[in-house]
């Protein structure tokens, strides 16, 4: 029973800093933050994978692709068309790669996403 609680305050505390690092967040911080996220839930789905928990790999699977969604939701098609366009198409071919992934249960697919990602996260940093 107490490792039930202690993990909810856990979880509670951890929501409470992101909450706070949200709120403070510039939007440059706040792309960051979101492409960042969906790679920690790729490895978890990845991690998931490996141990055979079908159930979060699925979850871990459908948050990355909500985080893209969010990601490609931002992006602003007026300013920049062609890069946004560009990336509107990547961040759509990522989430279909993460669907195919969770239906095959690709871990090669999910390091394809998480490369991909990760490129266009070290061209955002490199931004500062």
Do not use: C, P
Not at 94 to 121: H, P, Y
Request: net charge negative; proline share 0%; aromatic share 4%.
């Amino acid at each position: 029973m107490y490792a039930m609680n202690q993990r909810a305050a856990v979880d509670f505390y951890n929501q409470v800093g992101v909450q706070s690092n949200v709120a403070s967040a510039s939007a440059h911080r706040l792309v960051q933050m979101l492409m960042q996220g969906a790679l920690d839930r790729i490895a978890m789905a990845k991690g998931a994978l490996r141990n055979h928990d079908i159930t979060s790999k699925g979850e871990s699977i459908s948050q990355s692709m909500a985080i893209i969604d969010g990601l490609r939701n931002s992006l602003d098609m007026d300013s920049g068309q062609e890069i946004a366009e560009n990336l509107d198409a990547l961040y759509v071919y990522m989430n279909r790669r993460l669907l195919e992934a969770n239906i095959k249960n690709d871990i090669q697919m999910l390091d394809e996403v998480s490369g991909l990602l990760t490129s266009i996260k070290e061209a955002w940093d490199s931004i500062g």
